[in-house]
């Protein structure tokens, strides 16, 4: 029987998504935790791997079990035996010997979604220390917007890959990139199909390098053409990032699969 | 020479603000910095005296030291002391000879203001488990709105009043009460010429207890009138309190001395 769970998370007490042997991740919590309610061991697999320090609002995973529990023991048990910077939100049983047997988090999945959550202030966040990414000075907002459009649509991502980013192709298709500003705080979306390790932080780290004045919109063109990482601005801080939402198909007749950051502290 | 600082912290990892033996507090955190700065032992006095978990969007603070530095000293080195928490949004070296010298973070403050920030949601909130209060059962936010209207004005506050509290009188003036719900986000807002101890979350604990259904409105009106604590709802988490900001007279010539909770939509 596949287990389908939305998850939101703290990551910055974490090592990441994925499984490590010392056990550090959220992954590895989140195993320990439905272990407790089902009775034998798990392997999660996820939407999106998170690095170290990145947040999920809405993350989602499945899992294999053959113990029969009502949907409620998948949420409030599991959460019971959570740390409390992670959340099980929803459950979804997967009709047995159906389609929906196949459902899998990571290869059904049509779209994610991310946002960046940017304090653009004098002095540092205390209170979203880890929760924001920060730059100091004034940042050109109506440049910044005019560069991010350059990403939208198919394109060579690789000028925003990670050197250990093992995906096969560094294609992908932006299918939504705007910035929304408001007072000190600056949030990034983006939506693709999905995105290359660090491709986020990356795009983020170059559009500041536009919003400063170091470089003209014009200059995101230029990196995704010379498609050389080693020539793009620097991966910008983890902790801003949230994975937000993850687009499934809609005959696997999920719970709600996105939420948005919608409050600022 | 008398120098005054705007401050924001995440009490989450302090003992609250008050001073202790064991240097937990935010203000041994704050004094210690400002040493560094000044190098000489720094005694600090503050318009609100938080308790432990509770949160400042806007602490206000003034202390005294015959050492001249430049106002971004205050700020930009006096951070570079401090844990990631805990950060000086701004600094006012108040003029010397003149009665700006009179200006005491506590005394001359005129009113407070908390925001009290609640997730209404059947799962606890994550990426704000340290943040924000959290209520599991729906309320009736238009109940909790009529009730707050009773703790307009002048009251006698004895039934919000912690048993520790050691305020001369219970008597304070209201001046602003009133409840903003956007999804499962529920902001009270409180301003006050001063609070007594745990009143705000004693306030919020009793509106729950109206949201929830297990008290009428006017129930809000009985508790004024009874001002017995031990009649009253429980006191609420700590969690979810914010220090948004201290009212002076113009006349101080601060720096903005509010900083609200945002809303993202």
């Known amino acids: 029987m596949r287990i ?7 990551g910055t007490s974490f090592c990441g998504w994925q499984s490590q042997p010392n056990l550090c991740s959220v ?6 935790a439905i272990k407790s309610i089902a009775e034998h061991e798990i392997r999660i697999h996820a939407a999106g791997r998170t690095d170290t320090g990145v947040h999920a609002m809405m993350q989602v995973v499945h899992f294999d079990t053959e113990v029969h529990r009502p949907e409620t023991a998948w949420v409030r048990g599991v959460n019971a035996f959570l740390p409390e910077t992670v959340r099980v939100i929803w459950s979804k049983i997967m009709p047995e010997n159906t389609e929906h047997d196949e459902f899998h988090a990571r290869f059904s999945a049509i779209r994610r979604s991310y946002q960046y959550l940017l304090v653009n202030a004098p002095v540092a966040p205390a209170i979203l220390a880890s929760k924001a990414g920060w730059y100091h000075l004034p940042l050109d907002i109506a440049a910044m917007q005019k560069a991010i459009g350059y990403l ?14 093992q995906a096969k192709s560094p294609i992908r298709t932006m299918l939504r990139a705007n910035i929304h500003a408001a007072g000190s705080h600056v949030i990034f979306n983006f939506s693709a199909n999905a995105f290359l390790q660090h491709q ?5 780290g170059a559009l500041i390098y536009i919003g400063n ?7 995101m063109e ?12 620097p991966t910008f801080s983890a902790n801003g990032l949230y994975l937000t939402g993850v687009e499934y198909d809609k005959k696997w007749n ?12």
Chains 1, 2 share one sequence.
């Open 4 to 10: 389908v769970l939305g998850v939101e998370y703290d």
């Open 152 to 165: 939208l649509g198919e394109h060579d991502f690789s000028a925003f890959r990670a050197s250990e980013c």
């Open 200 to 204: 986020v932080r990356n795009m983020v």
């Open 222 to 233: 230029t990196l995704l053409t010379n498609q050389d990482r080693t020539l793009s601005p």
């Open 27 to 32: 992954q590895d919590a989140l195993e320990l």
């Open 254 to 265: 999920l719970p709600d699969t996105h939420r948005q950051i919608d409050l600022v502290l």
């Open 213 to 219: 004045g170091k470089n003209q919109p014009e200059y």
